[in-house]
């Protein structure tokens, strides 16, 4: 059932997925025919993609929280994080990101979109 | 010309037109063809029935900020903030929102979402 809580629980599980460097958390959350579009226009990932993606994206570990409510509506979340994430130059990317979570109605994400630009980047030193 | 430059002014003069109610200028904003789903999962708006939305949803007065910062992709804009909406019966409505804009190439808004639900949603009196 798609109840807001779930949607709720989705995005708490899934940042929790990404601190603990956990993927295959990460993509338990994921409906089997998923699309991942990150960041916004880009070409959609799909399947093994997926998995991929998020191994190469967080490879270095990453540390990621909520700095806002998540907006919840009939069938998605929506939700601004802050991602701290480890280069293998040593330093720390810092992103201001909006993820969009579609739903399917077994409660899976079908659909993400990750909201950010260069503009939402900054770099510091570890 | 759409750059991340002119996204981000649409975004102010779009919060600013409705702190000033001037609701021509929310609308100067949008394209010819463009469609307003807001809330998400409701049937889209588009032609006049996005300029009465407005003009009703705002028709006692509202005051919108931002409480992140802008999410700039190539062709969208995704912004969270609050609006505080005066009710007829004397009460305040105060709703956190995520938009999202997608720009065409002439810098138009072509398709905009709202994503909140009742989960978002408090009343305080004035």
Do not use: C, W
Request: hydrophobic share 45%; aromatic share 8%.
């Amino acid at each position: 059932m798609l109840t807001p809580e779930h949607m709720q629980q989705t995005v708490d599980r899934y940042l929790a997925a990404i601190n603990a460097g956990d993927m295959q958390a990460v993509m338990a959350l994921y409906a089997d025919d998923a699309s991942v579009e990150d960041p916004v226009g880009t070409e959609p990932k799909r399947g093994d993609e997926i998995l991929e993606f998020y191994t190469n994206a967080f490879a270095g570990g990453a540390r990621v929280e909520l700095t806002g409510p998540v907006r919840l509506s009939a069938r998605a979340a929506a939700f601004p994080f802050r991602a701290e994430i480890n280069r293998p130059e040593g330093q720390i990317l810092i992103v201001e990101v909006i993820d969009i979570f579609e739903f399917d109605p077994a409660g899976k994400v079908a659909r993400m979109m990750a909201h950010f630009g260069p503009s939402n980047m900054t770099v510091r030193n570890a």
